[in-house]
């Protein structure tokens, strides 16, 4: 219908437009009826994002004239701390049975099963397939903690980085923004014992390892991914190459390392050193904020508080933690102590940002027989609460200074679906809760990285071609 004030709408339209066009000149306006700004929801918000891809000025209560519309809430994208990109072609062909005794170590035979199969093309085809299903998931970037290095005979390839630069290439096909992390994997157990075979794509020596690293300055560079660094494991390097490797780590590099996921691994780690695994790396090595402790499922209270004392993260993996049997992080006692924290896809049975927030939030309440309990305080809705920590704490864990939409930050937004009814009806945190708790569907709509659109009404432009060359892949592997 027709407003009846038409004429000087149309001149309000007019000045507006003009207002906004000066911004407009070189800045995309996008207008959010609601959107989760760093200081909480905000109504009638417009962005301006510049053409270096950052937000360059917040307007809130404002026209939307001359502005594109968004199609629903806006909140920010999470970064997903934690993937293993090529053992998505896996998911869901682990769930027969063996003889009685199937563990986190039977499945690992079958995970390095698949590592004995994989080219480089496969790893891009993998991987750019997985990236944009974490994209429609919510997530805007991915550290990518990326082990298998060598070929299928554990010799280098010619380019000693070429399965890196396979991770490169997917995400310049998806858009993602990516925080690589070269692995360093030296050994198969505790006390330096000597790889296995089917480690074999994984094992450098310290040199070798600190080639790649410094080979993949560059290209991480031209694309614009961050670089970082990995120790696979307490299992699979000493405290000797941790000292050696970390004296020449920029002081800025995430670092990362899985630690106490199984009680096997913890039982191992006392045998040898008369430690539990997370005294053991804090004995060994400086750990700062730049570090990601990858699990640390199995923790006492004194080391919840060497954890939180240090500011690392807690890189937690709620549905591949579940897949696997590790056991359940004490998350609720971690955050009741300000303890940092960040959500990984890990092996990527599930991809979603709702999905790690639900299960970490469910694992807590099964085994306290309570309800809500990552909320933090009286009051405050789990969602909220959770997806704030995990934002920053995935944010600390990917080396990006900036989480959230605020003036100066990349603007990597995510639209969520405001056709449907359950969000349209709800406002506030509300609408968070709904998203993870709800089981209302897909409901992120489209996505923005570092001012570009990559998913458009649930749509990637590249989905087709994507999707045939990750057919592909996966015919090769299951022949
Ligand atoms: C990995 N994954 O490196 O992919 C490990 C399993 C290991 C998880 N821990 C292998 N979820 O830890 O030795
Ligand atoms: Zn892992």
Redesign the pocket.
Known sequence: MRPKNFPLQCLYVQVWGFAHKMVADNHQLLFAERALLADGWADDVVFAIGADGRIATVERGASAVGAKRLGGPVVPAVADLHS?AF?RAMAGLTAVAGQGDDS?WTW?EE?YRLVSLLTPDDVTAIAAKLQIELLKGGFGRVAE?H?LHHGADGRAYAAPAEMSLAVLQAAELSGIGLTMLPVFYAHSDFGGAAPTAGQRRFIHDVDGFLTLLHGLVEPCRSVGARLGLAF??L??VTGDEIATIMETVPVHAPVHI?VA??EREVAASIAHSGRRPVERLYDIAEVDERWCL??ATHVTDAEVAMIVGSGAIAGL?PT??AD?G?GIFPAVDFLGAEGRFGVGT??HVATSVAGELRLLEYGQRLRDRRRNRMAGRPGASVGRTLFERVLAGGAQAAGVAEAGLSVGAPADLVVLDGRSPYLASVEGDTIIDRWIFGGIGPAVRDVMIGGRWLIEDGRHPKDEEIDRAFAAALARLRA
Do not use: I, N
């Open positions: 293993h053992q986190f690992r995970m903690f082990y696979h494991s299992r699979a899985h996921e199984q990858v699990h993996c591949t933690e696997l590790d890990d092996s």
